[in-house]
């Protein structure tokens, strides 16, 4: 039983445009998510998160919406640039003693075409 | 600006053999996890430990071991290597609940 999908494996994007990296979970009693990047050969890098609490969170380029009754949250980044080009994994989980037990959506591979 | 280390990189193991993934900390986090990743999946919990002496089960613990006798290190045991072990394994460190969760480099290992 997945509790976090990336359905869409890949996603290819010019640069300077807009990309959308989707993700759905099925836990309601997850209550924070964030967002990884890696690298080839590399370990995730944390790139940004949301609480339960709220709808909206941004840095930057980047910029996480969080629709609970959905199940939803997206990753967007505007302008995308060829360096942002990785594989970005949603992440959930649960605050107090089980902070780190996080559970990983599958991957989504993201392209920036110059 | 070592952060969480992972050795070794790379490991090719036989069937039946033990090894140890060691990983290490210089942040002075409680919090430590090891997760792996096998082709095309997410990253799935193996054990985690919440300070030193204290250690516990994650989703996939089977033919794992741990043990967290210092803050700072968080080695991963793997008794009689199958080929199911096969994966890359990465080590996490962070400072408490609400904290950002660092991760090592990884560590391939191909068990044959």
């Known amino acids: 039983d997945q509790q976090v999908k990336q359905n869409s494996p890949s996603l290819s994007v010019q640069e300077g445009r807009i990309s959308i990296l989707n993700c759905d979970y099925t836990?309601?009693?997850?209550?924070?998510f964030l967002w990884y990047k890696k690298y080839p050969a590399e370990g995730p890098t944390f790139l940004i998160s949301?609480?339960?609490?709220?709808d909206k969170n941004e840095d930057g380029r980047f910029t996480v919406f969080l629709n609970k009754s959905a199940k939803h949250l997206s990753l967007h980044i505007v302008p995308s640039q060829p360096g942002d080009s990785a594989v970005y994994f949603c992440?959930?989980?649960?605050?107090?003693?089980?902070?780190?037990?996080?559970?990983f959506g599958q991957g989504t591979i993201l392209t920036v075409h110059p | 600006n070592a952060g969480v280390t992972q050795t070794p990189k790379f490991r090719i193991l036989k069937i039946g053999q033990s090894m140890t993934l060691q990983c290490t900390q210089d942040?002075?986090?409680?919090?430590m996890y090891w997760y792996r990743q096998d082709p095309g999946m997410g990253l799935k919990l193996i054990y985690y430990?919440?300070?030193?002496?204290?250690?516990d089960k994650g989703e996939v613990p089977n033919g794992y071991n741990v043990s967290r006798s210092t803050t700072e290190d968080f080695p991963l045991r793997l008794e009689l290597a199958a080929p199911s072990q096969t994966s890359v394994y990465f080590c996490a460190s962070s400072g408490g609940s609400g904290n950002t969760i660092y991760f090592g480099e990884g560590s391939w290992l191909t068990v044959v």
């Open positions: 992440a959930a989980g649960l605050r107090g003693t089980s902070y780190g037990k996080l559970t």
């Open positions: 949301i609480s339960s609490i709220k």
């Open positions: 430990s919440v300070g030193a002496g204290i250690t």
């Open positions: 942040m002075n986090h409680n919090y």
């Open positions: 836990n309601s009693m997850f209550d924070y």
